[in-house]
């Protein structure tokens, strides 16, 4: 095990094999993961999927069972919080109760050669960061949820972390603030240009903040990549399926007869994306958002086109959600913009998606 | 609304006020006689009777100030041992998979009669040559407040969420630094009253002292023997001073935390 990895400059974390088992229960395995300098990736996942588990991991709250956590190049699983260079944000915050918000925030200043006036001028502009001036003196049971996440925020990164570590930031706060907290922290990684690792389950909070998006499954990373990577080109079915909607349709490549790869599902024949290793008789899944299939008279242009009967339509505002089933029994979720369709739609319809518009993955037979 | 909880309420007074004298009547009851001047065993008759005769005799007793001084470091003792003990419980119990058991072994000693400890302990002293002492008698006291004084200091624990260290170790606390600026001011109320409950229990502990004292005697001892063998009131004097010091030390301890409490209120 070398306490150094080769001087990538541009990897503040690497995550190795790594693994975390409590007793029989498999937390982590195998993860493999770099975070580059500089970015705000997050680990997206159900509940119970492992990626806190990977944050304390990180943050060194919990000791691998297995594989190497290096932070800034440097071996660091043995290493304790106090001797490692992440900030951490703690989902339940954790503000010390018998200290005030300046008493809170100075605290990971009284480990730094700083006197007393030093301290203060940087708690004050750690406020000013996140727009709580005027609260040092305040007591931690007087602030609300909102202003706790703030002051969490600000004790973390006076410390002038080059990695800040959050844990379900924004669980705690109610729908409004959430979306505006989202914003902020994005700002704020923005403005501060270190690296942000964040864990959620809130899908949307994880598109609009992160530069990359890991997903992890059941201890298992599943994917890695930007937020339209993973919309458009997902690598499995659960990572097209928990981000966003998506239709799922699984079958078998088969050969139609003029030569052409289809998909075989439940007796009916979809044209697919080529795909060159995907082969003969290979189980697959294509994966059609809804708001690339059109309903409609005009959807019959489409190469795939097919007869539906409309189960269901969702008047949402600004789109329409159309529930329809197959003749093969599949059932396909639909959305089209409100403006974009003038017809009433029937009992049954023919709806359509071009080949382009989907996406092939391979899956195991079960 | 209306006479059916005037009813509760007053029902309920009456049962605080009875149960409140049940406690106090004896002990005030002697504060009372010891005021009474004459070698009789009574309340003194007019207000001019009161007096502090037995009270001033109380000085001149011999033995006495040997045994309150020996009460008292016992006492201290018993208090400094018994809230380090349960402040290490504190820490590790935290940590513990099988809280359950350890909560069990520490409740079990308090379902020993007092008398068959203390006379085991003395037996088993001498089985290991160790010679009746105050220290001897200070293990025995250990021994009975440690459970009560654990209990209390576990309960300030469970105030203490493992974040609060989580967050200080993150911030850059060392072990110790993280026990000295976060735990122990949070717990600091539970480890006073660990030793609170020492002293107390400690000072007013007979039979434990009784088999495992040296030559030097503890006051319930010394006052034992005074009831045994028939001396004059000034044994009520002691009694009544002993009960005035007492509530005087309660009241300094209330006082104490109420003004923490209004001193952490202020702010809200």
């Known amino acids: ?366 | 609304m209306g006479s059916i909880s005037i009813l509760k309420k007053s029902c309920l007074w009456t049962f605080t006020i009875l149960a409140l004298l049940f406690i106090f009547l004896p002990s005030t009851y002697l504060l009372a006689i010891s005021l009474e001047p004459s070698e009789l065993e009574r309340i003194p008759r007019n207000l001019s009777d009161f007096s502090l005769k037995w009270y001033i005799r109380l000085f001149h007793q011999e033995r006495l100030p040997g045994a309150i001084k020996q009460s008292v470091m016992v006492g201290l003792l018993t208090a400094g041992i018994t809230s380090f003990l349960s402040l290490l419980s504190g820490m590790c119990y935290r940590k513990l998979r099988k809280k359950s058991y350890f909560l069990g072994l520490l409740i079990f000693p308090m379902f020993v009669p007092g008398i068959i400890a203390a006379i085991s302990l003395s037996v088993f002293f001498r089985l290991i040559s160790i010679r009746s002492s105050m220290y001897t008698v200070v293990l025995g006291h250990v021994l009975y407040a440690l459970p009560y004084a654990t209990i209390v200091t576990l309960v300030s624990f469970s105030g203490l969420k493992e974040g609060f260290i989580e967050a200080a170790r993150d911030l850059g606390a060392s072990g110790f630094r993280a026990f000295k600026d976060i735990i122990f001011p949070l717990t600091r109320g539970g480890i006073f009253g660990a030793a609170l409950f020492g002293f107390l229990l400690s000072l007013n502990e007979f039979i434990r002292a009784y088999f495992l004292s040296g030559w030097q005697e503890t006051l319930s001892i010394y006052m034992f023997g005074q009831m045994k063998g028939g001396a004059d009131p000034s044994i009520y004097a002691l009694a009544g001073l002993i009960l005035s010091v007492s509530i005087f030390l309660v009241l300094v301890a209330l006082v104490y935390y109420s003004f923490i409490r209004y001193s952490s209120r202020s702010f809200a």
Not at chain 1, 56 to 80: H, S
Not at chain 1, 110 to 138: M, P, T
């Open chain 1, 1 to 366: 095990m070398k306490n150094r990895i080769e001087s990538k400059d541009e990897i503040d974390v690497y995550l190795k094999d790594l693994c975390k088992r409590f007793g029989d229960f498999t937390a982590v395995s195998d993860l493999t993961l770099e975070v580059h300098k500089g970015e705000f990736l997050t680990f997206l996942g159900p509940s119970g999927s492992g990626k806190t588990t990977t944050l304390r991991m990180i943050g060194g709250f919990e000791t691998p069972t297995a594989g190497e956590v290096y932070i800034q190049g440097e071996l660091a699983n043995d290493k304790p919080p106090n001797k490692r260079a992440t900030r951490t944000v703690f989902q339940d915050l954790a503000l010390f109760p018998h200290m005030a918000v300046g008493g809170n925030i100075e605290y990971g200043l009284s480990f730094q050669s700083l006197n007393k006036k030093e301290r203060k001028a940087k708690a004050l502009k750690a406020l000013e960061l996140v727009d709580l001036e005027g609260l040092y003196e305040r007591k931690v049971a007087t602030l609300s949820g909102g202003q706790k996440q703030r002051v969490a925020l600000a004790r973390a990164l006076v410390t002038e972390p080059p990695i800040l570590l959050l844990d379900e930031p924004l669980a705690a706060l109610d729908e409004k603030l959430r979306e505006r907290m989202q914003g902020e922290l994005k700002n704020l990684h923005k403005r501060l240009g270190i690296t942000f690792i964040a864990v959620t389950h809130n899908q949307e909070e994880a598109l609009t903040m992160s530069d990359r998006i890991a997903i992890i499954d059941r201890g298992r990373l599943e994917q890695v990549a930007t937020a339209r990577e993973l919309y458009e080109s997902p690598k499995s079915e659960f990572v097209a399926d928990f981000i966003g909607v998506a239709n799922i349709i699984r079958g078998k490549i088969v050969k139609d007869n003029t030569g052409v790869k289809k998909l075989l599902s439940n007796g009916l024949e979809f044209f697919i994306p080529s795909r060159d290793e995907i082969g003969i008789g290979e189980s697959v899944a294509l994966v059609v958002r809804p708001e690339r299939i059109e309903i409609g008279d005009k959807a019959k242009k489409n190469k795939n086109s097919f007869s539906v009967r409309v189960r269901n339509a969702l008047y949402k505002g600004a789109s329409l959600e159309y529930f329809v089933t197959l003749c093969n029994d599949q059932k396909i979720r639909i959305r089209v913009e409100s403006k974009a369709l003038p017809q009433e739609i029937d009992r049954t319809a023919t709806i359509g998606w071009n080949e382009s518009d989907s996406a092939v993955l391979k899956r195991e037979p079960n």
